[in-house]
Structure formats: C-alpha cells, structure tokens
C-alpha cells in the first residue's frame, strides 16, 4: 500500500484512504484530481473490493480512457476483470439494452445522431404545419433539448414556453417523441431519460442494476443535470458507497441543465459524509493563482476554499488594452511570434481564449499573415463528414435495415437510379401500410411499378444488404474484411472521386474512411468473439455525440490553440491569452441582462480560463469594438476590476460617466505593463 500513497499529499493521501461511505473530494483546479481518483480505486482493489464491482463515472470519453489506462497501469493487465468506467451516457445505453421492453420499445432500438435528429425534426415541423422561416429545425432539437435537461414532460413544454419560438416548439415536442417511439428510437438526451424512468419506476430494476456495484464514483460531480443525480443516488443509495469528485468553481455548463447546488448539497444529501479538499495547485505559478483566488471569492455561491501553490512566484500577469479589435488580435498574435522567435516554447504552448464564435476571425487572420501554425478547436467533427455519415449508414443497414434513417441515407448513394419519387412511392406505401421501407422493397409488385431501371436497382440494393448481411450473422470474415468487400462493391471511392476535383479534397475524403476501418478494426480487436456490429455502431454514435475525440485529435497537432472557455475546461497551456475582457463579452451579454446566478457562472468561466495557465496569464480589452459595421466604445469586464481589487462595486465603476472611469491596465502594479490607448 505504501507504493500507492508514497508523494501524495496529506488531502490526497486522505481521499485515497477513505474506503467507504460517502465521500465528496472537493478538487481545485490543478490539484491532481485524476491521480487520486485512480490511486483510490487500486486501492480499493487491493483491499479485497473485486474490481467489476466498482462503477466510475465521466462526462467524456477521453476521461473515461485516460482513467482506464491509469488504473490499469496500477493493478496490472493482467487481471480477469476490471473497474466498469464509463460515461453517463455509455452506462445508460448498457442499461437500457437490458430493460428498455419495460418502456414498450424493442432490445434493438436505434441511437439517433444529430443528423437523423435533424431530419426527424424537420418531418415533424412539416406535419404540424411550422415552416422552417417561423422555426428551424435546429432551434426546435435546442429546444427539445434543454427542456429534457430540466426534465420538462412534452405535455408541460407549453407551460414553460416564453417566446414564439418556444410555443412553436412546444407545440411540436409531443409529436417529435411520438415519432421516435414508432421508429424504436431514442435521442442522447433520451439515454439519459429513460434511465431515470426505469430507476424511478421499477424497484426490480433498480436494485438490479444498483446491485452490480459495490461502490460508486462519479467525476465532475459538479457538471451533473437533475436527471444524473437522480441515476446517481438510485445507484448508491443501497450500500451509500458514493465518492463524487468535482469542483463548483468550475462549474460552467448551466446553459446546458448542469446544477452546481449538486455538489454544494452533497452533505446534506448524504449526513455521514466525509469531505477532503484538493487545494495544493501543481499547474499553475503563485502569481496567477493570486488573482484567480481573489476573482472567484468574489461568488457567493461556492464552497470554502483556496488554491495554494506549489510554483512560488512566476510572471505577473498582464492586462493589456488596445485601441480596437484588430490592433488586438495583431499585437496579441506578434506578441507569440517574439516569443516564439526567441525560442520560447512550442506552438502547442499557447492557447487564445475567447468567449463568443465570432471573436477568433481576426486571430485567424494575423495568425495566417504571420504565418503560425494554429488550429481552432470545435470546428466540424469527424462525424459530420458526409463521407462518414454514408459509411455508417451502411452498417446500419446491414445491422438491421428495418432502421429507416440509415437506409434512406444509402439508397441512393452512390447514386445507382432510384431517384426522389421512387423513393417517395416506396415511403407512401411504408406508411400506408404501417410497414417499414425494407419490407415494402421485399415486394416484387411495388418494386416493379416502379419502372425497370429503379427496380432493377432496387433488386440489386436489396440483394446487396442481404449478402453483407449474412456475412456479419455468420461471422465468416471479419467486421474489417466486410466493411472493406462493401467500399468495393458499392465502388465509394469511384464517387469520392467524382465528387471532388482536388486530389488534396480526395486524399482527406478517403483518409476519413480509413479511420472508420481503424475505428472498426480496434473495437473488433478489443471486444473479440463478443463484438457486434450494433455495438460499434453504438459507440460510433456516442462518439459523435462526445465532441471530446474530435478535440484531442486537433490538440495533437503543434499549433496554437483557438478555443472558447467552456472547451479550455480540463486543459492547460503554458501562455494563456485571454482575449476580449469587456463588459457583454466576458461577461456575456445575456448574463448581464440576468444578473445573479449567471454572472457567477460567467465570473467561473473566467477562473476556469486564468486557471488554464501555467508561467504566464495575458488579459487583453479592445477600448472600440464594431458592432453592425459602426465603431462602438466598450467598458472594460467588471471581472478585471475584481481581479486587481480595484472597486468593491464593479457595476458601479462600469456605469460612472466615461470621463471618471478607470481602466484597469492604468493599474498595473499586480498586473505589470500596461498598453496604452493608441
């Protein structure tokens, strides 16, 4: 045991020794959090705890991995079983797999993507008689989405309904999950949802699926919506082993139903619980940690605590203030160059932060004038490609072509003549006679009404799924060998390269496709005899719908981070900017106007940006900014006056007239140099 606490602290060291019961690790920004938690659960095992008894938690799939890796690492490969380690929604689709019949669907029911979603939506706004100008498809899934989060029924929408738009939506809620249910699917949302449905609603399953585990973690307790807490506490509540590792100061997801009272109330919720403080910092110089301390002190709603360094001293940071937004961008982006010209780390050490989508254009511009490496993280996902999307339509197909969307998407493509009314007759007789589009294309009479060179291709289609079907029932190749026969026969890469002239455009095209092999290729070899193409399949889904691998991918390229706040959570560079540091901006507009809550999760979102940093923390404000083609003077963040503990009243200093207010770069005696107005 002395191996696995050797150089731990004594908060970490008492996190890792506490066995049972609940526990709450209150775990700052830097402090070791992933450390803890794996060391906490080798120990376990080590203890006499078998290892499939113990459920660990993530929100995202590069979390779940990296702790698999690491507690792997500890108690050796060589064991029989493992520690079942997750995402919520990973641990939910295993679950619903063995009880969703109860809700009156089917084992085999289908994970809607974002696009199948975006589909289903628009076919809905078109029943209900909603054109697309009054509400977008996209607007309603949003909708839809947030109201799922709060666990807001279809048939309260309405009550909970402001604007037009919310009416509209409301009014199409109902129908859209009256559709998913005919079609034996389910959104992400959903996952979730009917979990806390089955747990809440059947005790036989409830203590079945609790009994599974011994022990219970969960990480980033403090990012939990009110459906996961309730799936936490119906699968802890029995042996009341539950350890929930997070940190509220940075809980930042409440747009999307996170609710940090979760972690604020965890020894309410559980009276015998033992709460440990991570508060020993390893990322992040004393100087930085000094202002990040004195901005988040500034919310009422937190936890008691304080990072405490472990780098004494450090670079002061700077705030910087600059006549409009492109003398930012372009003294910000020279100011990298000289470093970088003088050798001062890599590119992939410095990342610019930025608080809306539209901030990073005129980074990019400088960036490429200057001729720095640079990638902007969270552009399209691999998933989106089109390419993609036709692939795993077509393993769809062949898992079960009863499944509509992944049919539909391939009956035409490559394009093989069966052109838009053919495929309209063959979904009016579907509908009409409450069958699916598969088994209408089994009837010879239909298909021949349809001309000969559509049934023809019909036929053939038809003919086509069926081989590769009996090629996956059987087994007779493997997953990879089938996948590569279906790119032949359907002849993908002849329409790759009618579709796109530039050999570069066909390279990258193809390029995607291969990594769907790879991807099928690792899943066959990690599952063996118990790998099923609906189970890739699945993972494919949550991998779409988990932004995170598309994110690690781009971070590996030696380049300089562009990124939002809410995707820096959980990394750290070491040159951090962060850019726009004005009032509407950080804070956002919209919290501004709401006040309260949501300005202290605006003042958390800007923690979480200064805590990224590791040697030097750069602040920067544009004096004008345009705003609809006019040049418009700004007010600098309340968020930097707190941070230099310059006014008691931020407010108050932002609204005095223009001639009495300070500027936060006038300081600079905590925050060194400042720039000023050109």
Known sequence: ????????????????????GPLLILAGAGTGKTRVVTFRIAHLIRNGIKPERILAVTFTNKAANEMKSRVTQLIGARRETTPEVSTFHSLCVRILRRHIEKLGYRPRFTIYARGQQETLA???????????????????LWR?????????????????????????????????????????????????????QLLSEFEDVRKQEAGRFDHVMVDEYQDTNGTQYRIVQALAKDHQNLCVVGDDDQSIYGWRGAEVEHILRFSTDWPSAVVVRLEENYRSTDAILQLSNRLIAHNKLRSDK????????????????????????????LDIKRRMDRDEFEPRDYAILFRTNEQPRAFESELRRVGLPYVLIGGMSFFDRREVQDIIAYLRAIDDPDEETGLLRIINTPPRGIGPKTVETLLGTAVQRGESVWKVMQDDEIVSSTGPKAASAIRNLAKLINVFREMAANKEKSFVDMLRELLSAIQYKVEIDRLYEKPEDRDARWAAIEEVVNELGAFEQKKGKRAKL?????????????????????????????????????????????VGMEEDILPHKRSVEADGAAIEEERRLCYVGMTRAEDRLTMTLALTRRRWGKSR????????????????NPHAAAKRPKSQRRKPGRAGKTTGKKRKKA
């Not at 807001?152 to 738009?165: F, T």
């Open 1 to 20: 045991m002395s191996d696995l606490v050797n150089g731990l602290n004594p908060a970490q060291k008492n996190a890792v020794l506490t066995e049972s």
């Open 122 to 140: 628009r076919q809905v706004l078109r029943a209900v008689n909603i054109p697309t100008a009054a509400l977008k498809p996209s607007e309603f």
């Open 144 to 196: 839809v989405g947030a109201w799922k989060n709060r666990g807001v029924p279809p048939e309260n929408a309405i009550n909970d309904a402001e604007s037009d738009k919310d009416h509209l939506a409301a009014a199409a809620f109902r129908r859209y999950e009256q559709e998913l249910k005919n079609r034996n699917a389910v959104d992400f949302d959903d996952l979730l949802i009917k979990v806390d």
């Open 306 to 333: 304080t990072l405490l360094p472990s780098r004494p001293n450090g670079d002061k940071p700077q705030i910087h203030q600059y006549r409009d937004e492109v003398e930012e961008a372009r003294e910000v982006i």
């Open 534 to 578: 609906s189970r890739f399949i699945d993972n494919l889904t949550l991998n779409d719908l988990d932004s995170t691998t598309e994110k690690e991918n781009q971070l590996k390229r030696n380049a300089i981070a562009l990124m939002t706040y809410h995707a820096s959570k959980g990394l750290e560079f070491r040159c951090v900017y962060m």
């Open 633 to 648: 003077e700004t007010n600098p963040s309340r968020f930097l006056f707190e941070i230099m503990g310059m006014s008691d």
